[in-house]
T-cell receptor, first 116, second 111 residues
């Protein structure tokens, strides 16, 4: 099966500009996550979707970050306006529908953002 | 506040020897623990997991040990191979909620 697809792989912007990242999860995966990984840190959850509904967005900086998952498939994560501290790799992950919880997430390769 | 801690940023081991990666957690609600492996420019990939009802889970060269009273888990790789060189993340979940990750340990296996 095809993996989680993300684009763009790399993006360089100046502070106060906007940026959007796209994610296409594995077919049939109902749960989708966006994680932020700052250099030297572990991935930090930004938002979790179940189908097209938000399950957890408690750590999403809502004044500048937004995310949507239309039709319960693809998702976009937007940052506007970007700050220097937003420089990170943005990882999208998805999880199989139903079944016993295994915690196994399937991650994309990530989108690396550099804010100058 | 970091609920999952990996206190060793890096570890170097000779090929054929045992690699032991450690992880501590603070949240007693965590009931599922996982290890992910990450190569440069790739996303993390699932390696092995353990439920809180067990104290050991083995998969080939990889074994995870859980000590609930100490809130500690460890990943053993025996024997270590150069291809095991990667960053290893410990992660934990409470009741199936989203994973909390540690900062990672970079493992280097030298020939």
């Amino acid at each position: 099966e095809a993996g989680v697809a993300q684009s763009p792989r790399y993006k360089i912007i100046e502070k106060r500009q906007s940026v959007a990242f796209w994610c296409n999860p594995i077919s049939g995966h109902a749960t989708l996550y966006w994680y932020q990984q700052i250099l030297g840190q572990g991935p930090k959850l930004l938002i979790q979707f179940q189908n097209n509904g938000v399950v957890d967005d408690s750590q999403l900086p809502k004044d500048r970050f937004s995310a949507e998952r239309l039709k319960g498939v693809d998702s976009t994560l937007k940052i506007q306006p970007a700050k220097l501290e937003d420089s990170a790799v943005y990882l999208c992950a998805s999880k199989r529908r139903g079944g016993r919880f295994t915690g196994e997430l399937f991650f994309g390769e990530g989108s690396r953002l550099t804010v100058l | 506040d970091q609920q999952v801690k990996q206190n060793s940023p890096s570890l170097s081991v000779q090929e054929g020897r045992i690699s032991i990666l450690n992880c501590d957690y603070t949240n007693s609600m965590f009931d599922y623990f996982l290890w992910y492996k990450k190569y440069p420019a790739e996303g993390p990939t699932f390696l092995i997991s353990i439920s809180s009802i067990k104290d050991k889970n083995e998969d080939g060269r990889f074994t995870v040990f859980l000590n609930k009273s100490a809130k500690h888990l460890s990943l053993h790789i025996v024997p270590s191979q150069p291809g095991d060189s990667a960053v290893y993340f410990c992660a934990a979940s409470a009741s199936g909620y989203a994973l909390n990750f540690g900062k990672g340990t970079s493992l280097l296996v030298t020939p």
